[in-house]
């Protein structure tokens, strides 16, 4: 009996510290995505400068500096534009749940949340791709998703596409 309860002891205790991990990487990265969203020009450019060679160096204005502006410079620019804050979301909210021994519930959570982060991109590509929009809200996945899509259905087909999903 005693082997039995220091082994459920220390798997609460793995529980406790895995969801106190998930939730302050969650809300290191949601502090990130939404400090970019602020300063997004200046954190890319401080991204892409190649210090070795302009002898320039620019500063991160990202809350949480460096790491931050990379972390979401991934999540935004690189993948899902500016639905790409539900990643951070949806891992705090993990992090958080486990943290306080509740009840996950993935199966409605995770699929609505994969869902609206692709349909969200895919609709921020298509406005970006038909109006031009400067910064790039959808992403480089919505982007060329919404051109292939486009490509492959037309402007009309990939419009019914999107509304479906909203609808969905």
Not at 32 to 58: C, K, P, T, Y
Not at 76 to 88: A, L
Not at 111 to 130: D, F, Y
Request: net charge neutral; charged share 10%; proline share 2%.
């Amino acid at each position: 009996p005693n082997g039995k309860a220091v082994v459920a002891s220390s798997n609460d205790n793995l529980l406790w510290m895995s969801g106190f991990v998930l939730l302050a990487v969650g809300l290191f990265a949601t502090v990130s995505v939404l400090s970019h969203f602020l300063n997004w020009s200046s954190d890319v450019a401080a991204i892409q400068n190649d210090e070795s060679v302009s002898g320039v160096v620019i500063p991160y204005e990202n809350i949480c500096s460096g790491m931050g502006a990379r972390v979401a410079y991934w999540m935004v620019d690189c993948s899902f534009g500016v639905f790409g804050v539900i990643i951070p979301i949806v891992i705090t909210i993990l992090g958080w749940r486990i943290f306080r021994k509740k009840s996950l519930h993935l199966n409605h959570f995770a699929l609505s949340a994969a869902l609206l982060l692709i349909i969200g991109s895919l609709t921020m590509g298509l406005i970006a791709n038909k109006w031009g929009v400067r910064y790039d809200i959808g992403g480089e996945l919505g982007q060329a998703c919404a051109k292939d899509l486009s490509d492959l259905l037309g402007g009309f087909g990939a419009l019914l596409v999107v509304v479906t999903g909203w609808i969905l």
